[in-house]
């Protein structure tokens, strides 16, 4: 079994920061994708960013530029250094981890509760 857990949401004002961290535990096999998705009420979910074990990382053309994923893969954690927030950032971020052993397996966090309002 994996858990996962997010932690730093909050409220920020607009264009300022916030800084997400995940960190994983249990059984968790190299290599593995981490990364983050958010959902805004009544939107689907979608995908923020991603990191690879390689480093490799993938955002979504509404976050490049302000929003940053990182990883420390000794600790099996995760971070997203957020700046220049903006309303529409307003949502649930979700941390994953991907992993494939014969088959894909996903994990999800419980969801932090990010806030952008004036």
């Known amino acids: 079994q994996v858990h996962v857990v997010e932690s730093g949401g909050g409220l920020v004002q607009p264009g300022g920061s916030l800084r997400l961290s995940c960190a994983a535990s249990g059984s968790i096999f190299s290599p593995y994708v981490m990364g983050w998705y958010r959902q805004a009420p009544g939107k689907q979910r979608e995908l923020v960013a991603r990191?690879?074990?390689?480093?490799?990382?993938n955002y979504a053309d509404s976050v490049k530029g302000r929003l940053t994923i990182s990883r420390d893969n000794a600790k099996s954690t995760v971070h997203l250094q957020m700046n220049s927030l903006k309303p529409e950032d307003t949502a649930v971020y979700y941390c994953f981890l991907e992993m494939t052993r014969t088959t894909l397996y996903i994990y999800w966090g419980q969801g932090t509760q990010v806030t952008v309002s004036s």
């Open positions: 990191i690879s074990s390689g480093g490799t990382t």
